[in-house]
């Protein structure tokens, strides 16, 4: 999952625009908003999305209903600079690994056990920090006693890298548990701040002609200076109200590109309704989310995010064995004692 992004263009799987002038005129989103309604005729926009890493791209997600589910949705790229299709978003053989990585197929059932693993694996490091130190106190630091047996040279070297490791695996631990929770977190904004937001329009009916794409995002980046369009939500979907737009803006840096503004807007005039700092729990989800895999400073940045993972997956294969050869020592043990003539039965 560190280097999908990497894997998706290797294998073909990811769009790619044509190179433009910096300079050259695009066409509206209507434009691309009726393009993607051509391209799948019945169907209904939700989402129209624009990735920083990808400037030249703008993917729409059209679904059979606004709030048809996720796994139901056909998100695909266009150029934004010309308007044409660059091929379906989100297939290939990474859909499959990015599915077992969050839910195991099981949907939200799926995320709560992922979330709970993610939960046993934080108490797991917190209990081998805490035996740590009886363990390796008659030591020096990274020894690695190599002339005893091979169960006691895989010991130190499972203390010595679960040690070296703790840290970045308590992070990508507790990241990994927190992202489970993003339902429920979305949840609770839409039922506190989204509620509010919306309230001055509570009883008014969902818009019967929606306004134009161009205005809502010109009137959202009036809203919100200094910042762009991360994607435009369409009313009746999760991420807004039926009668709302839903503009989430973000910043130009590493960290304030990850930080969402949502700008509400109103879904037949375009006119802004509010615009509101998104509470504390869930921008440490929006930071949580690329912390997980590495994704804020690049290649270099997703190398060393993939070697500690090879570190922790040592760490954990380790442990493995330790636990095995100490049973089946265990278990050796138990015969030859039951086998010891001084253990049976007197006449």
Not at 166 to 189: C, I, K, P, R, S
Not at 227 to 240: C, E, L, Q, R, Y
Not at 273 to 278: G, I, S, V
Not at 320 to 330: C, E, G, M
């Amino acid at each position: 999952m560190i280097f999908h992004h990497e894997i998706d263009k290797a294998f073909g799987y990811a769009p790619k625009p044509a190179m433009h002038q910096a300079d050259a005129q695009k066409p509206g989103i209507d434009a691309i908003g009726q393009a993607a309604l051509a391209s799948h005729p019945g169907s209904v926009l939700q989402y129209i999305s624009w990735d920083k890493d990808e400037p030249g791209t703008v993917t729409a997600f059209t679904n059979h209903a606004v709030n048809g589910a996720p796994d139901d949705a056909v998100v695909k790229a266009f150029d934004a600079y010309t308007g044409k299709p660059l091929g379906l978003v989100g297939t290939g053989p990474m859909l499959v690994v990015l599915k077992l990585h969050t839910d195991v197929y099981l949907g939200q059932p799926g995320k709560w056990f992922m979330g709970a693993m993610g939960f046993v694996f934080m108490i797991a490091i917190v209990s081998g920090v805490v035996l740590y130190w009886p363990f390796t106190r008659r030591l020096s630091f990274a020894t690695i006693r190599s002339e005893k047996t091979r169960r006691i040279v895989w010991l130190d070297w499972h203390n010595l890298l679960g040690i070296v490791t703790v840290v970045w695996a308590l992070v990508v631990g507790g990241t990994g548990v927190l992202n489970t929770l993003a339902e429920v977190m979305l949840n609770q904004w839409k039922s506190t701040e989204l509620a509010a937001m919306v309230a001055p329009y509570a009883g008014r009916p969902p818009p019967q002609h929606l306004a134009s794409l161009d205005v809502v995002v010109s009137n959202a980046m009036k809203a919100a200076p200094g910042m762009d369009v991360s994607f435009i939500a369409f009313p009746g979907t999760p991420f807004t109200s039926s009668h709302h737009f839903a503009a989430f803006m973000r910043g130009d840096t590493p960290l304030t590109s990850r930080l969402l503004k949502p700008v509400l807007l109103d879904g037949e005039t375009a006119d802004v309704a509010d615009a509101r700092e998104l509470p504390i729990y869930l921008k440490a989800l929006l930071v949580s989310q690329p912390l997980h895999f590495g994704d804020y400073g690049g290649l270099p940045l997703k190398i060393i995010w993939a070697l500690l993972d090879v570190l922790t997956i040592v760490v954990l294969g380790s442990g493995l064995y330790l636990w095995w050869v100490r049973r089946r020592k265990t278990r050796q043990t138990m015969r030859v004692s039951l086998a010891s003539p001084s253990l049976q039965p007197t006449p």
